[in-house]
Each structure stands twice: as structure tokens, then as C-alpha cells.
């Protein structure tokens, strides 16, 4: 039996019991009706066992209305809670060297929030994983400086643009002021739903939730399997875990659910394609394989699904999926960019990339590893096994300067110094798993490779990275990195934000704040759309880019995002307790 009291007001009220006098205690109590005395002793019992709860559990203010899923947003928690966040040594060591900016008075004071910690609370009101799960227990202040404040900007620029012209859409059209469909599931929102949250816009996500919650539909037609889970799926899962919305994770797994007859092959290695309305599941209309990357950059988001939900379905699929490709052949620990879902196998030959179709791939073993309390020694040691294999077939210098980069096997075979924008992940990830206890080269191969990321956007002319870049191996050459035409495209990607990121807060190291306020700086004066919005842009080897009429969601959901985490004065997502998906949605790492 529960006893519930709901207020409708949201404003608080204060109740106060006055006692009454103590030589009329007792005639009151002989007064009472039997029932009535039932009432008062059950009423009494729960509130011992609250209090045992309470105390036991959670430890808090015993005073308070209990509300196991209140929302952050819903009142404003005094005091310091900095002591809540636990952090590891190197980025309380890089917090304590980074002085505090002044915040721009001119700017209308964010919302203090507080996420409390909560129970792993199941759909079907299970509770077995509630021990699983790290404590989530984080605080989000808002902007604590100006270049916070400036990131903030630049999104609320975006997201006005976006709900006016393209509300519920996929994409933004911001030059013709109008949208773009792909799936037609609202990428664009749902990409920023966490986004908003952790930057404290309530206005702008309590709209966004509503919006999911009324109109988010899933009787749809084809999606690709990944690019839905990275995106929809991870971004529902996130805000559910900020939030503590179960509206949020109810749709999540509607959405997993409707995915699951893309795994119905005979190997278990998933269609790319599915029909989320008819169940209907197929190879991608390009060709009979699937990209390798993708069927393995879903584990993350399948696995949370199981852990919040309590039905292990989601991640024995894909832990079989895992398991498959851990039994294949592979170069050294590396694989091909392509696997057939029938078969099974890996394409052979077929090209070997840190980027296009292969990148999470190598991303999601480390990732995994994490967020499962480090408990499957196969995601570790194929990890280290691939990291090995890329410094012994990939890992080269440029010439003449020496730049560090990333290339490609060509067939499996033939070395090419070419280096997708996408690769730039990679020192984020190299970085995270020496923190985490591997190797601690890696992080020395991050710092170099990082380097170059940024010398891809300092050598242009725009101050901005083309989506591809090639590297000299002539010694007599004038510059070390080359840009065809077809290449010179820039996204809004955010792979080296993410990476600067992750160095700034495991090293302490200033220059890698300087130099995403560089890259920041340029998006301002190339992207922004004087009629709202920023674009892509055409051809960055020219100081002053043409725009494309496009506005990618991860420029919201992620790009944004990594450059406020970047700019924060307090690492606001901590690497014990949370581990960001390849669409930088934060999920909560688990102890077993």
C-alpha cells in the first residue's frame, strides 16, 4: 500500500504541526474512533520506515517532501554542492589551476540545478539494477563564465532559428529558412535535449519535453539502425538519466523495441536498415554489407536500455554482435570498414580507417569496457590489441614538420596519408583509457595527435578543419597537410572539441581551452547566419567560406555542448561516473 499527497500548485508550501497540549493528549486519543487509530498507527510506521530509508539510503535532509524523480529544474537547491561531485585527482588538480572568469552581469543569471541521485527504477518496477549504477548525483550551475556564456548564446542563436523554421524536423535549412527530413523523428530536438539541460535553458527543454511527449512518433518508415540509436535512442537515455523523467525512457524503449527485428539474422550481426513501423529489416539499398562501425556502435545505448529497464533483451543482442566480431580475423587488432549481416564475416580485403566506418568501432570497445565497471577482459584487451595495431600499420609522421597522423589501409594493404576530420575522436579516447588505467603512452599519442587536429583548422585560411586531409611524405614539400577540393567542406563537426575536451581535464593544460576559443571564434564569424542559425560551410581554404544551407543536429547536441564542457570551470561530467556516447550523450557508467 503507498499513500501519495500531489499538489497541484508547483509553488512550495510550508506545513507546520502544532502539538497540543500535553495533559490533553491522552482524552484526544481515547476520543479517536478505532479507525481513526488504525490510520494514526500506520501513518506513524511509515513514517519510521521513511526515515530509516532515508537515512539509510540516501542520506537526505530527513525534512523534505520525498520525490525519488524530482526534476532538477523544478526549485532552486541553496548552498555549495561542489562537495556532491567526486572526481579523480587530475581534474580536481586542473579545476584548482583554472581560475574562475567573471560572469557578464549583462546576461540574465542561469538556473541553479541539482540532479539527485535516484533509484535505477525499471518500466516494469523492477528494481534489480539499483546497485548497478554509479552515483549520478551531479550539479549543473549554468554559465560560470563569459566563453560559457558565449557557447550559450551561439546555442539559444541556433535553437530560435531551429524552432521557428524547422520545429520538430530533423535539420535546419537556416539559409531558406526551412527544414530538412532524414528520418522525420525530430533528430535536431532530441540531439539537444541534454544539451539544454546541462546548460541550464529549463524554458527551452521543458518546450523540447513536451514536444517529445505529445508529438514524437514512431510510426515511421526506414532508419538507419545506428544513426537512430546513437542519436534518438542515446539522446532519450540521457535525458532520462539527467532528468529523471520516466516519460523519456518509456520512449526509448518503444523506440529499442521497434529496432530489435534488425538484429534477425543468421548472425546475429544486425541489418544497417529497419522499418520501425512495420518491423521490416534489410541491407542498406547501397550495397549487401553493413558498416562495421555501426553494428558496433550501438552497444552503449542497447546496454542502458537493459540496465533501466531490467530486460536484458536489448543487451544480449548486442553483446552477441560484440562477441561475433571479437571472433573474427582481424589485422593485428584492426578490421575492415565493412561486414556482411547474413555471413557474418568481415569484408576482405576491404579499406582499414580510424575514420568513415570504422571509427567507433574502435571507440565503443574502450567505451563499453567503462561504462560496464570494467568487467569484460575481451573489450579490454581488443582495444589494446587495436590501439597497437594502428601504432604498428597506421600511426606515421608528416612531412617536413612532422606532424603526427592517422592513415588508411587502403584493401587492407596499401598505406594512404589520409586523415578524415572524424579520426579527431581518437585522442579523446586515447586520453580516457590511460586515465582509466591503460597505457600510459597513449595519452602522450594523444597530445600529439591533437596537435595536428588543430593545426587542421590553424593552417586554413578560415581557421576552420575540412572533413578530409591529406599528409605530405615528401621532405621537400612546402606544407605538411593538403586539401583537395572535394575535401575542403566543413560540417560543424565536433570531434576535436570533444578531444580538447578530454585533454584539458586530464592534463590541466590551458592551451587546450585557448585553442577551442579559437575554433569557437571562427565558427562565429563563418557560421552564423544573419537571419538565425549557423550553417555548414563550402570550401575553409578561403578566409571568407560560402555557407551551405544546412544545420547539422550535433552541432547542438554535441559540437555546443563539448565546447561548454570545455569552457566550464569544473569538469561537469565526471570519467568515474559517466560515459559519453559517439553522439555526446552522457549515460552513467555501472559497476558490474
Known amino acids: 500500500m503507498s499513500v501519495s499527497i500531489t499538489i497541484r500548485d508547483d509553488s512550495f508550501y510550508p506545513f507546520a504541526i502544532t502539538p497540543a497540549p500535553r495533559q490533553s493528549l491522552i482524552r484526544k486519543w481515547q476520543r479517536l474512533t478505532r479507525l481513526q487509530k488504525s490510520l494514526a498507527y500506520l501513518l506513524a510506521v511509515s513514517l519510521v520506515i521513511l526515515i530509516i530509508y532515508k537515512t539509510t539510503f540516501h542520506g537526505a535532509d530527513l ?34 589551476n583554472t581560475a574562475a572568469s567573471e560572469v557578464n552581469d549583462n546576461k540574465a543569471k542561469p538556473v541553479q540545478e541539482v540532479a539527485d541521485e535516484y533509484p535505477n527504477d525499471s518500466l516494469n518496477g523492477d528494481d534489480d539494477g539499483s546497485d548497478d549504477v554509479v552515483d549520478s548525483h551531479i550539479v549543473f550551475d549554468g554559465p560560470t563564465n563569459p566563453r560559457q556564456t558565449a557557447v550559450v548564446e551561439a546555442f539559444k542563436y541556433s535553437w530560435q532559428a531551429y524552432k521557428q523554421h524547422a520545429w520538430g524536423k530533423d535539420q535546419l535549412k537556416p539559409l531558406s529558412q526551412s527544414h530538412h527530413t532524414w528520418f522525420d523523428l525530430g533528430l535536431t530536438l532530441i540531439d539537444s535535449l541534454d544539451t539544454m539541460y546541462i546548460m541550464g535553458l529549463k524554458s527551452e527543454f521543458d518546450e523540447a519535453k513536451l514536444w517529445v511527449q505529445e508529438s514524437l512518433s514512431f510510426d515511421k518508415g526506414d532508419v538507419n539502425l545506428f544513426e537512430t540509436t546513437i542519436r534518438v535512442v542515446g539522446g532519450l537515455l540521457s535525458a532520462y538519466h539527467l532528468s529523471h523523467d520516466a516519460m523519456f525512457l518509456q520512449k526509448a524503449k518503444d523506440l529499442g523495441n521497434r529496432m530489435m527485428p534488425a538484429f534477425s539474422t543468421k548472425s546475429g550481426i544486425p541489418y544497417s536498415d529497419v522499418n520501425i513501423k ?102 579490454r584487451r581488443d582495444y589494446i590489441e587495436a590501439m597497437e595495431g594502428m601504432k604498428k600499420h597506421l600511426l606515421r609522421k608528416s612531412k617536413p614538420n612532422g606532424l603526427t597522423y592517422i592513415g588508411e589501409l587502403l584493401s587492407g594493404r596499401t598505406f594512404s596519408p589520409k ?8 585522442s579523446g579516447t586515447l586520453a580516457l583509457g590511460a586515465h582509466h588505467g591503460l597505457p600510459t603512452d597513449h595519452l602522450d599519442i594523444a597530445k600529439d595527435l591533437l596537435v595536428t587536429f588543430n593545426e587542421m583548422y590553424v593552417q586554413m585560411p578560415s581557421g576552420l578543419s575540412p572533413e578530409i586531409a591529406y599528409f605530405s611524405t615528401d621532405i621537400d614539400a612546402k606544407t605538411d597537410i593538403i586539401v583537395k577540393p572535394p575535401d575542403s567542406h566543413n560540417l560543424q563537426r565536433p570531434e576535436t572539441v570533444e578531444s580538447l575536451y578530454y585533454l584539458y581535464w586530464l592534463t590541466g593544460d590551458k592551451k587546450y581551452q585557448e585553442w577551442g576559443w579559437n575554433i569557437f571564434q571562427a565558427f562565429e564569424r563563418h557560421s552564423k547566419v544573419k537571419t538565425g542559425g549557423y550553417c555548414s560551410l563550402n570550401n575553409v581554404r578561403v578566409a571568407e567560406p560560402s555557407c551551405k544551407d544546412n544545420m547539422e543536429s550535433f552541432w547542438l547536441g554535441e559540437t555546443l555542448k563539448y565546447f561548454y564542457l570545455l569552457f566550464a570551470d569544473k569538469n561537469l561530467l565526471p570519467f568515474d561516473q559517466w560515459v559519453i556516447n559517439t553522439e555526446a550523450h552522457p549515460l552513467p557508467i555501472h559497476k558490474h
Open 63 to 96: 525534512t523534505a517532501t520525498p520525490h525519488p524523480r524530482k526534476n532538477i529544474f523544478d526549485e532552486k537547491v541553496e548552498g555549495n554542492h561542489n562537495q556532491d561531485i567526486v572526481v579523480d585527482d587530475a581534474v580536481a588538480d586542473a579545476a584548482a
Open 278 to 379: 512495420t518491423g521490416r529489416a534489410h541491407a542498406p539499398r547501397w550495397g549487401p554489407d553493413s558498416s562495421t562501425s555501426e553494428v558496433t556502435t550501438i552497444q552503449l545505448e542497447f546496454n542502458d536500455l537493459s540496465y533501466t529497464t531490467g530486460d536484458d533483451k536489448y543487451k544480449n543482442a548486442v553483446g552477441k554482435v560484440r562477441r561475433h566480431v571479437h571472433d573474427q580475423p582481424k589485422k593485428d587488432g584492426l578490421v575492415p570498414i565493412f561486414i556482411n549481416a547474413q555471413t557474418g564475416k568481415l569484408r576482405d580485403p576491404a579499406t582499414i580507417s580510424f575514420g568513415a566506418r570504422g571509427d567507433s568501432y574502435y571507440e565503443y570497445l574502450l567505451k563499453e569496457w567503462i561504462q560496464t565497471g570494467k568487467q569484460d577482459e575481451r573489450l
Open 419 to 426: 586523415m578524415d576530420h572524424l579520426v579527431a575522436f581518437i
